[in-house]
């Protein structure tokens, strides 16, 4: 029953130059810093109790009666509710969205406007290429 060591995070290293003066700002960047912890799991190949098992089945059973509890509005009264819960639900998600700015915004549309008439310009050259073709291999 091998006993394998897994380590999630690593306390930051020594500096590379052990000089005097790098030790100190090293020392001084330590000292504002946060602490780092280093978080270590041991899994072995030990058959596993039935506890966790159990409460993870106490929790499938809370999520269940949180379902039950869960009252569904009266059949008229249904898509009033349901459109109010998609605004609320929609105006949370625009408040998380990052709007660019007034520059990045006109960037994008220069580009968009720079693209589309290279775009315009290789399909007006194919159309003039084929319509030649076409008429050569009428005659």
């Known amino acids: 029953m091998a006993k394998i060591t ?4 690593s306390d930051p ?11 100190e700002k090293a020392s001084k960047k330590a000292a504002k810093a946060p602490e780092t912890t280093t978080k270590v799991k041991v899994v072995s190949d030990a058959p596993k109790t039935e506890k966790p098992a159990k409460q993870a089945s106490g929790v499938a059973k809370k999520a269940k009666s949180d379902k039950k509890s869960e ?15 998609y605004i609320r639900d929609s105006w949370r998600e625009i408040r998380q969205v990052r709007w660019p700015s007034r520059k990045a915004t006109w960037k ?7 693209y589309t008439g290279i775009f315009i310009a290789i399909i007006m050259l194919l159309d003039a290429l084929f319509t030649w073709v076409f008429g050569m291999l009428v005659k």
Do not use: M, W
Request: proline fraction near 11%.
């Open 13 to 23: 290293g020594k500096p590379k130059d052990e000089s005097p003066k790098k030790v």
């Open 6 to 9: 897994r380590i999630k995070a």
């Open 71 to 85: 009252k569904k509005p009266f059949i008229l009264i249904r898509p009033i509710v349901y459109l109010g819960r």
């Open 108 to 114: 994008l549309v220069l580009a968009i406007f720079v």
